[in-house]
């Protein structure tokens, strides 16, 4: 009952669609191959694709970006090649799981 009255109301339901983050890929490790970083795919079930980000730890760098679909990997394992790498400098390495879009009318 509303706070201050002895009437019962019904109101009209709420309703809504929303899209939870996709849960991020784990288990990061170095490779075997050079600059060789592997990872376990994420455990969403609609994840299309991958984004691995990186950039080294020096001042004013330019963070490098690539994107592989999911098709191109079979195994929960996956493993990338980052390219343009300078021996000795610090990386930072994000990588995100992005989902299909169910809710497109």
Known sequence: MPVGSDKEVTSVP?????????????????????????????????????????KSSEEGSKAEELIFPTQAVSA???AVKLEGLTPGIQYKVNITAIVEDTNQA
């Open 14 to 54: 709420l309703t809504g669609y929303f899209t939870t983050k996709p849960l991020p890929p784990t288990n990061f490790q170095l490779g075997p191959e050079q600059n060789e970083v592997r990872f376990v795919k994420s455990a969403s079930g609609n994840v299309r694709e991958y984004k691995v980000r990186y």
């Open 76 to 78: 929960t394992t996956c």
